[in-house]
């Protein structure tokens, strides 16, 4: 019984908290003074506020102006110049900071003109790199055609190489033919028909005869002409060390 009669007590208190606070709230959003509303005007009594009188007030320009200790052409060039909008930073003056601005516009100007410096050199650059891909292509062509040239000159070449070894071939045949007329009688008789033919071709017919036989022939050529025979032994060397004539 005792439980629920709390319970109820609660329930009541709430509602009164809750009724009052409903109440205030809507006296706070009206607009309307406590003072001013009915029923509970007299709890609430009107207080006289005075305004605050002002303690702080307005700055006087004159008193900075006074306290300022530049200079009229100083604050001529400080108001004219776009860092002077704001606040000096304590250890640099205005001559300083214009210098500072007048080397910064010279970097940037400096920078700006090394920009440029390098895109015509990037262009130049380019221009000369496709150049020089243009003559590398021709002087790959000229190189191909070269070895082209090459490899023609090389074949023609081989095959002169063969007709000249066939030629001197036939040739050494040919004079092979005529050393049975030397290989019997006398060398002294056969001696200058044999001095007839040119150093080389006598000795191609020497060649095909007997070693004593081409010996007896050139002694005999030694007797009548010295520097002949000298001549004909060096061909006769020469033609030895080809080898025997084709039969």
């Known amino acids: ?3 629920k009669l709390m319970k109820y007590g609660a329930y009541g208190i709430g509602a009164a908290v809750l ?8 006296a706070a959003l009206s607009g309307t003074p406590m003072s001013e509303m009915k029923g509970v005007g007299g709890a609430f009594p009107e207080g006289s506020a005075e305004p605050a009188a002002a303690t702080q007030g ?7 102006l006074d306290q300022d200790r530049r200079g009229r052409q100083q604050v001529l060039v400080e108001s004219a110049s776009p860092l002077r909008a704001f606040m000096l930073p304590a250890g640099w003056s205005a001559d300083e900071l214009e210098g500072l601005e007048r080397e910064l516009e010279r970097q940037l100007e400096l920078v700006d003109r090394r920009a440029r410096d390098l895109d015509e050199r ?3 650059l380019a221009f000369d790199r496709k150049l020089y891909d243009e003559l590398f292509a021709e002087l790959e062509e000229l190189r191909s055609g070269l070895i082209e040239q090459q490899g023609e000159q090389d074949a023609k070449g081989e095959e002169l190489a063969a007709d000249l070894t066939a030629l001197a071939s036939q040739r050494r045949s040919d004079f ?4 049975p007329f030397y290989s019997e009688g006398k060398p002294a008789a056969q001696a200058p028909m044999l001095m007839n033919y040119a150093p080389r071709d006598a000795a191609l017919i020497l060649v095909a005869l007997p070693t004593d036989r081409s010996a007896s022939l050139v002694n005999e050529v030694f007797k009548l002409d010295p520097d002949k025979a000298k001549a004909l032994q060096d061909a006769y060397m020469e033609a030895t060390s080809v080898g025997p004539p084709a039969k």
Do not use: I, T, V, W
């Open 1 to 3: 019984m005792n439980g």
């Open 19 to 26: 009724l009052s606070g409903s109440f205030f709230l809507f």
């Open 58 to 64: 307005l700055p006087n320009h004159q008193d900075e």
């Open 122 to 124: 990037e262009k130049n």
């Open 176 to 179: 092979a033919r005529l050393a």
